[in-house]
């Protein structure tokens, strides 16, 4: 199976070299876990390979998202510049039709999968941040369908996809996305018992086609983005 970096390498080792390519990855977590900057820490080296690459963004502004990618050294300036990255604002989108005499600006999962229809054929990467946003006020059995849908459309297309997912978001739908999608990573933040202190630990439940181990991985986010504490580390 070829492999895409997740732009962070001791990440890549535990998962036989890296994403799955072609394939839908989920990722979710509580705020201010590092969803976003895991985010941009994949868009930015799937950059640096020559990827075609979007970033499709509900709640944060394109520029707040290459403000922050800046002040960790990824920056995503020079490849919006030359349209190797397309920025699209979501809630802006819906803004402007409404604008236009549109009523209903409410966010549908309709909506993503017409859009993941329009995207130029030549995209390799596409990053979602967030899904939470259309899960609310839909039925269970329509998310999964629209969901199953996207990651369909998405992997034959073969586009590589990250999924970021609000943790309130995927409990409300009983984490049922984790079954459409192709990997998942969870991002949390919990009481190291041994220390009594608040560490944050990836956990990757599943990764398909992959051998992934079970520990819970203890990681930092720091200056130069998200890091993975050494194995021995770990539990
Ligand atoms: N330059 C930096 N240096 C160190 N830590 C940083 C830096 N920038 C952000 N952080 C940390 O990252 C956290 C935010 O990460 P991020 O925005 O990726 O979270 P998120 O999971 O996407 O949150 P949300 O659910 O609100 O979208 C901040 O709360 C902060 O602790
Ligand atoms: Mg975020």
Do not use: W
Not at 30 to 40: R, V
Not at 56 to 78: Q, R, S
Not at 162 to 171: G, K, N
Not at 193 to 202: A, D, I, Q
């Amino acid at each position: 199976m070829t492999r895409l970096s997740s732009g962070n390498i001791d990440l890549d080792k535990r998962l036989q070299g890296g994403f799955p390519e072609g394939e839908c990855v989920l990722i979710t977590g509580e705020p201010g876990t590092g969803k976003t900057i895991f985010g941009i820490q994949f868009l930015y080296n799937a950059c640096q390979e020559g990827k075609k690459c979007v970033i499709i963004a509900t709640e944060e502004v394109p520029e707040k998202i290459i403000l922050h990618g800046k002040a960790l050294g990824f920056d995503l300036e020079p490849f919006v510049e030359t349209n190797q990255l397309t920025m699209i604002h979501f809630l802006e989108l819906r803004a402007n039709n409404l604008a236009e005499g549109y009523t209903n600006v409410c966010m549908h999962i309709d909506d993503l999968n017409n859009l993941a229809h329009i995207i130029q054929d030549d995209v390799d990467v596409i990053i979602l941040d967030n899904l939470g946003t259309f899960s609310i006020g839909i039925d269970l059995k329509q998310f999964r369908d629209k969901l199953d849908t996207l990651a369909y459309v998405l992997s034959n297309q073969k586009r590589t996809s990250l999924i970021v997912m609000d943790a309130t978001a995927h409990e409300l739908t009983h984490r049922i996305a984790e079954y459409s999608t192709y990997g998942t990573i969870r991002l949390m933040t919990k009481e190291n018992p041994y220390t009594g202190k608040m560490e944050r630990f990836m956990y990757i439940p599943k990764m398909r086609g992959t051998k992934i181990s079970l520990d819970i991985i203890n990681y930092d986010i720091t200056e130069e983005g998200i890091k993975l504490f050494p194995a021995k580390a770990n539990r």
